[in-house]
T-cell receptor, first 114, second 111 residues
Framework: DAGVTQSPTHLIKTRGQQVTLRCSPK?????VSWYQQALGQGPQFIFQ???????QRGNFPDRFSGHQFPNYSSELNVNALLLGDSALYLC?????????????FGQGTRLTVV | GQSLEQPSEVTAVEGAIVQINCTYQ??????LSWYQQHDGGAPTFLSY????GLEETGRFSSFLSRSDSYGYLLLQELQMKDSASYFC????????????FGTGTRLQVFP
């Protein structure tokens, strides 16, 4: 059983560019959340997708957007990249009806903006 | 605002017991989770407390006191592989699985 998979694992982008990160949830999971983790910090919630809609959003600007597909996979898009967007981007999946006790995280995408 | 406070670093020797504390201040509360993260790795779920008391899972135990907005993770029979960062996280009081993470505690286990 594959866990949460994210791609790419590492990415280097130039300031002002746009980036798309991808996530496939754990088999059987229908909810995907995205987190940003700066070095030495805890993950910060960006947004969550369920039934192909954004259900909840953290304190992130509109430059951060996402999408969920019918197969539950998800994308995170960041426009007009800033140096401060450099971080580890984590995807977590869970099951809406699963009692919400556990979220499974992917290995993350390390984004470096230069 | 919402915040979770943890010690930044804890050190211990193999075989010892260590306790990592977490105090939280959140607008809603649906349970306290603990995650382990090795350098370069994904956070992995360790335990979850929705109600007051102690939850035991092998060498790891977690405690919650909702009246004190306090919890801790207890790691017993420490092994070198337990060296990692440990995060407490509160599930927000809304209709999502949003997790609010603490700043993390870096545990170093020495031989």
């Amino acid at each position: 059983d594959a866990g949460v998979t994210q791609s790419p694992t590492h990415l280097i982008k130039t300031r002002g560019q746009q980036v798309t990160l991808r996530c496939s949830p754990k088999s059987g999971h229908d909810t995907v959340s995205w987190y940003q983790q700066a070095l030495g910090q805890g993950p910060q919630f960006i947004f969550q997708y369920y039934e192909e809609e954004e259900r909840q959003r953290g304190n992130f600007p509109d430059r951060f957007s996402g999408h969920q597909f019918p197969n539950y996979s998800s994308e995170l898009n960041v426009n007009a990249l800033l140096l401060g967007d450099s971080a580890l981007y984590l995807c977590a999946s869970s099951l809406e009806a699963g009692g919400r006790t556990e979220a499974f995280f992917g290995q993350g995408t390390r984004l470096t903006v230069v | 605002g919402q915040s979770l406070e943890q010690p930044s670093e804890v050190t211990a020797v193999e075989g010892a017991i260590v306790q990592i504390n977490c105090t939280y201040q959140t607008s809603g509360f649906y349970g306290l989770s603990w995650y382990q993260q090795h350098d370069g790795g994904a956070p992995t779920f360790l335990s979850y407390n929705a109600l007051d008391g102690l939850e035991e899972t092998g060498r790891f135990s977690s405690f919650l006191s909702r009246s004190d907005s306090y919890g801790y993770l207890l790691l017993q029979e420490l092994q070198m592989k337990d060296s990692a960062s440990y995060f407490c996280a509160v599930r927000g009081g809304d209709n999502t699985d949003k997790l609010i993470f603490g700043t993390g505690t870096r545990l170093q286990v020495f031989p």
